[in-house]
């Protein structure tokens, strides 16, 4: 009985001790949002899905939204 309370107080001390650390490690690389102009979505700044317009880079969920504001930059820019 008592060896099972230790068992069960050791892989709590365990299992709190991998959640923290988890989380730290989260914070530590969160990857910068940017907002995609188009639908609104908040997005990670992927180059590959970014835009220049008038000095500002513009960052995108999707292909579709990239091309969407390439056709017209002026109607999503602020
Ligand atoms: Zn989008």
């Given at each position: 009985m008592k060896r099972t309370a230790l068992a069960m107080i050791l892989i709590l001390v365990v299992t709190l001790a991998s959640v923290s650390g988890f989380s730290q490690a989260k914070k530590a690389d969160k990857p910068e949002k940017a907002k995609?102009?188009?639908?609104g979505l908040m997005v990670d700044k992927d180059p590959k899905l970014s835009s220049a317009h008038k000095g500002e880079t513009y960052y995108f969920c999707s292909k579709t939204d990239l091309e969407e504001f390439r056709k017209n930059p002026a109607k999503y820019a602020k």
């Open positions: 995609d102009p188009v639908c």
